[in-house]
């Protein structure tokens, strides 16, 4: 349907008609619209190659920008309104860039494909992919590389290892609650540190309100609220 759309915009484009001419014009520049976008697993393993999901249109190439973040950076990057998160993400430093060809698809339609991204160590990172290596434009997914796994129920939270699902004992958990100040400015406020027993149960003090809570043990952590 696109194929035969474009042919006939590219015809009406040179009609001596311009109401016709523009709005076949119009019509060709929608048909070539690009678009892309990347979804990642929320939290991956360890030293495991990431399989990606992608959609796109209109592109045959994607550039691929891996930047781990510090706590501190994290922490900014949460503070910042959505309108400026990109920017500042633009201006943190990668560890790893490099660019894949796509399954050839030139018929203007939208297709989805899996990529690999590689294996990395444990920590928070996000996933830039963009049509071109300047990344002024990009889609972008946050993940953890973690091996640390949790479930929630009331104020019991239990962490177990995420491959095997044993109970992991010695987890330390630092419990923040969000607040806002007069310029309705987002901040985190320390309220205590929790350790897991030997069933990986962690009892949360009680409140009206959720937890942010930062698990760690050893080198690998989890963050979630």
């Known amino acids: 349907e696109y194929l035969k759309a474009i042919g006939y915009a590219k015809?009406?484009?040179g009609n001596r008609d311009k109401v016709l001419s523009q709005k076949s014009l119009y019509i060709k520049r929608n048909i070539e619209l690009q678009s892309l976008e990347i979804d990642i697993e929320r939290v991956n393993l360890p030293d495991e190659n990431i399989l990606a999901k992608l959609s796109y249109r209109n592109i045959d190439r994607v550039f691929i920008r891996v930047i781990k973040m510090t706590q501190k950076e994290m922490d900014k990057l949460d503070n910042i309104s959505f309108d400026k998160r990109d920017k500042y993400i633009q201006g943190l430093e990668s560890i790893n860039e490099f660019n894949l060809s796509l399954p050839i698809a030139d018929d203007?339609?939208?297709?989805?494909?899996?990529?690999?991204?590689?294996?990395?160590?444990?920590?928070?990172?996000?996933?830039?992919?963009?049509?071109?290596?300047?990344?002024?434009?990009?889609?972008?997914?946050?993940?953890?590389i973690s091996k640390i796994a949790y479930f929630h129920k009331n104020s019991k939270l239990m962490v177990v290892d995420r491959e095997s699902g044993k109970p992991l004992e010695?987890?330390?958990?630092?419990?923040?609650i969000e607040k806002y100040d007069r310029n309705e400015k987002r901040t985190k406020e320390f309220i205590s540190t929790k350790r897991s027993d030997k069933d990986g149960i962690i009892t949360l003090p009680k409140r009206e309100h959720e937890y942010i809570i930062h698990l760690k043990r050893g080198k690998d952590s989890l963050n979630f609220a």
């Open 108 to 144: 203007y339609k939208q297709h989805y494909t899996e990529i690999s991204l590689g294996s990395y160590g444990y920590g928070h990172y996000i996933f830039l992919v963009s049509k071109d290596n300047k990344f002024n434009k990009f889609s972008k997914s946050l993940c953890a």
């Open 170 to 176: 010695g987890v330390e958990a630092k419990l923040y």
């Open 11 to 13: 015809r009406g484009i």
